[in-house]
């Protein structure tokens, strides 16, 4: 009876992944960092700073999650990574984030390529 | 050991609980629905301490267990029908990201037009979506497989979700009698599930994330390892089983008097109980036939059908399910068996004139005189060659329900 085993494939070292391409660990400048995609970002979410009331609405919707939580609780945007999808600015309980237009921003931001 | 006389789908609620399931997730559609209504009972009772979770659709119901199996939870899932296509987005990414998710199918036709009876295309249709995917054909073996299933499907070499397969209605819902372990048997059998990378705030981990085109090969290459490589785990597993629960379950397939065999039905499900009476009966009259059910889909159990069916004159695939315009002028389970029997290493020094036998369809049941019907078609077929490749049963050999 043929022997199943022998279909195993070999892979090549360079080639390795772990199960099902999970990433360990993903961190600032770690494995992810090859994969930026703010440049996919046609609308920015801005925040109003003053207005703000630190609820974290929008830290927990995020769905990527880009929303940058710091000591003091003031939250920001980490635009490397940011698509722009504007979940945030349609939970904000008090709209204090708006959408601009990436184009008004040229410039301010080192736009990366895209891996695709 | 208890013995209940329960239909099929309380067999795959009495097996969840006893594995004792952390997340359940449920959406209604019959027949499957009978395996909720157990177990949310069982929740509600103080049973089964597991979460229950309603989605908001199938699509929705299929990513709660996806993301509760990416938190380490053993997860307990099910639909029938168009339920089962519905969520189709969903099935590769479980299996992608290696989630041992199982789901209960109880099979039903797909529409149009609307008919409750059981069909096999609505499970079928997922086999090339990365899953394992088994078929039970009595209330007894869907208790055996659900825990089978969790073993193989959790162990680190195999780490894929699990289809668990039955017919609805022949077996989702007419009671057989069913030897339930008991629990210590089950703890022994099925240690709990530790997920590799689960998701913790405090280790985090990244699922399902792009890759660059090279990377491709190599992730879809690890997925064809581990379901072909399930194979040992599944021969381990089940004669783990047949030591601990003192049974005799077959790991790959059912052969019924398969040794001196001439002529051969290839029928999976709960029609090849129904097979084995005309095979009897036909036995009686002199006719060497024998009867091969796969109790896998995927991995198929390719070199198992290939050996027993190599010595056969004449095959017959019974198609309870539709693949239309497929290969094999029939259904999806054809050109799987026809593959096997000529396919490079398998070795097969004649391979056996194969016709196919369109039956069941609608929830139609094959009755004793159909398989006699068959068995006539291939003894002809033997002698030379079938008059054409594929019979419909149903309308060609018309029989009084």
């Known amino acids: 009876m043929f022997d199943t085993k022998k279909l195993q494939v070999p892979i090549p070292a360079h080639l390795e992944i772990p199960e099902g391409g999970v990433v360990e660990s993903p961190k600032p400048d770690g494995e992810q960092d090859q994969f930026p995609s703010g440049g996919w970002r046609i609308l920015r979410s801005v925040i109003d700073q003053e207005r703000c009331t630190k609820c974290l609405t929008c830290w927990l919707a995020c769905p990527e999650p880009c929303i940058e939580l710091a000591e003091d609780r003031s939250v920001s945007i980490d635009l490397k990574y940011c698509k722009g999808c504007g979940c945030c600015a349609n939970v904000c309980p008090v709209q204090c984030i708006s959408r601009v237009p990436e184009s008004d921003f040229k410039g301010d931001v080192e736009f990366m390529d895209e891996p695709f | ?401």
Not at chain 2, 235 to 242: G, M, T
Request: with cysteine.
């Open chain 2, 1 to 401: 050991m208890p013995k209940k006389f329960i239909p099929g789908l309380a067999a795959a609620a009495n097996a969840a609980v006893q594995a004792d399931v952390d997340v359940i997730s449920s959406y209604p559609i019959r027949p499957y629905t009978g395996l909720m209504i157990q177990l949310s009972q069982a929740v509600a009772n103080g049973d089964l301490d597991a979460e229950f979770v309603h989605g908001e659709g199938e699509h929705g119901q299929l990513a709660i267990v996806h993301g509760a199996s990416l938190a380490g939870a053993r997860t307990m899932t099910g639909s029938s029908g168009v339920g089962v296509t519905y969520p189709m987005e969903v099935y590769s990414p479980i299996s992608g990201d290696r989630c041992p998710v199982q789901m209960v199918i109880a099979d039903r036709t797909l529409d149009p037009p609307g008919d409750f009876g059981q069909e096999h295309t609505d499970a079928l249709s997922t086999k090339d979506q990365g899953w394992l995917l088994g078929w039970a054909s009595l209330p007894q073996e869907v208790y055996d497989n659900t825990l089978i299933y969790y073993r193989v499907g959790e162990d680190p070499k195999v780490l894929l979700p699990q289809m668990n397969c039955h017919d609805g209605y022949f077996v989702s819902h007419i009671a057989n009698w069913v030897n339930i372990g008991e629990q210590s048997q089950v703890d022994e059998f099925l240690p709990p599930y530790k997920a590799q990378r689960p998701l913790d705030p405090l280790r985090p981990v990244g699922h399902g994330p792009q890759i660059y085109a090279n990377q491709g090969p190599a992730l879809e290459a690890t997925r064809f390892n581990a379901i072909w490589g399930a194979r040992e785990v599944i021969q381990q597993a089940v004669k783990e089983y047949n030591e601990i629960f003192k049974r005799d379950v077959d790991p790959f397939v059912e052969l019924y008097h398969m040794d001196d065999a001439e002529i051969a039905i290839f029928i999976q499900g709960c029609h090849a109980h129904t097979c084995k009476y005309a095979i009897d009966d036909l036995r009686k009259e002199g006719v060497k036939i024998g009867m091969v059910r796969p109790k896998w889909i995927r991995p198929f159990p390719s070199p198992e059908v290939a050996e027993a069916l190599s010595k056969c004159k004449a095959v017959g695939v019974v198609e309870t399910n539709n693949s239309f315009g497929a290969s094999g002028y029939a259904g999806q389970l054809t050109p799987e068996v026809c593959a096997a029997l000529v396919k490079g290493a398998v070795k097969v020094d004649k391979v056996p004139q194969v016709a196919s036998f369109m039956a069941g369809l609608g929830g139609h049941p094959v009755k004793i005189e159909q398989f006699k019907f068959m068995a006539e078609i291939l003894a002809k077929g033997a002698k030379g060659q079938f008059d054409k490749p594929t019979y419909w049963v149903d309308l060609e050999c018309e029989v009084e329900m």
